[in-house]
């Protein structure tokens, strides 16, 4: 969604062990989560990533899982708030960083600790100093940093994650501070999110379920220091939920248990049952639209559907006669034929780890009965990632319940051209 009025859910997530989880190779939750966000939440709502990891770790991950594009990036432990694809810097939060802070100061008093070692030089940030330390001593460890930094004039914030991970960060940033910043900056622009909810699972996350009047959802999987942190201070919080599910599939539950809706993905659906979604509500019906299309084309591959005309009929519904297809190989086709050249495909990708999931979904309304679609379609095939950045145009055919494209275009992704497999 574009910044310019309110959201209608701000989703603030953390990454690591919460949208992403790391011990499933075919990134199953957070697929799901994807298909949710893209069919019923991008076009009125917006998604903040909240991480630990500093830039260069982060585009890591980027190309690593099948991550949203996030319309705000809140990195290095809250102390970088970036918006957008392009990732501009809040200088202003940089600035309120800045007062009383002395990096100078946490890197003399901590290179005279022996306990503590530095992470990667790429996780030294201007206003994170980040250490790994022993599990069982961290409590002390933290005190006496703690006490050396006071004696020395300094007040810092330190935060334990992941078991070993200390931060050491300036005393007013937390992702929880970075948080009530951006809540503060959109209420001056008269553009509060209408309901906000953070989830995370570590120790670096609580501060994120502390901002006044936030949902949370605090991931199945969420670790012995978050819980902690709960017990002692938040479990007569009614807006924190325990998710019993793992990862992404906990904030999906999270969503659910607030009765934030719609909170089916669309990736649990019944592929071959009633399969247009879509009403005359224009964006989102579109959203939603491009969304199972690509998923049925992503389960005929995969012979996740059964093999019959009915699925094509599906496939077939959203096209207007004579529709046009440009596609990235720079073949000009109609549609309908393209959509028939997966025909002999069926459970051509089974039991592989192959999956298409749709980014940065942009509707613009743009005559009567006319929208563009903006999107990027991703697709992964055993470690090969390819992406098509795709346009639209869709029309509401008179009396008829949903839109049908009458023209679409794709181009590949700088960097990511796919193989040949279909050359269209
Ligand atoms: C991420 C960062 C690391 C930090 C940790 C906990 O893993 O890369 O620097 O210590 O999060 O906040
Ligand atoms: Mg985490």
Redesign the pocket.
Known sequence: MNLSSSPRLMIVSDL?HTMVDHHDPENKSLLRFNALWAAEFSHDSLLVFST???PT?YKELRREKPLLTPGITILS?GTEIMYGDSMIPDSGWEQELDKGWDRSIVMEVASEMPQLTF?SAT?QRPHKV?FSVDRGQAPEIMKILDDRLKARGLEVKL?H??GQ?L?VLPIGASKGHALSYLLKKFEAEGKSPLQTMVCGDSG?DAELFAVPGVYGSMVGNAMEELINWYNENARDNQKIFRATETCASGIIQGLQHFGIDPCVSPRDLEMDGDFVAGDKDGHQAIAREIVLHQLLCEKWLKGEVECNDHVFEILKAPVAPHSTLIGAWGVDIQLANAIEMLRPLHGLHKDKRFWIWVDRIRVTNIGKDTWLAKFDKWQHYDGELNCRITTAVFQSPEGKPYATAIQIQETWKEGYAGKPMLKI
């Open positions: 690591d630990g990891r500093s770790l432990v992470q996780e980040s935060i994650s992941g991970d931060d670096n």
